[in-house]
């Protein structure tokens, strides 16, 4: 499972990439924001990745809001 947010289309196209090289399921983070998913089931022997630009002001807040929730 790939968790991805994209805020130019940079990350996505990482996030695609590695999803078609390793077959994992790809998923935009604001849509599980969207849908107010806090909870993800991780198949066994599935790998989980989180891509996400950094800012100079550290992570985005979405992606730390949403994982403040989910952990």
């Not at 994992?24 to 198949?43: A, C, F, G, Q, R």
């Not at 022997?45 to 949403?66: A, H, K």
Request: glycine content about 4%; aromatic content about 12%; overall charge neutral.
């Amino acid at each position: 499972m790939i968790i991805y947010f994209s805020a130019t289309g940079n990350n996505k196209y990482v996030a695609q990439e590695l999803s078609q090289a390793t077959k994992e399921e790809l998923i935009p983070l604001k849509k599980l924001v969207k849908n107010k998913t806090y909870s993800l089931t991780i198949k066994e022997n599935e790998d989980f990745g989180v891509i996400m630009p950094t800012y100079w002001e550290g992570l985005p807040s979405i992606l730390l809001d949403y994982l403040k929730i989910l952990i």
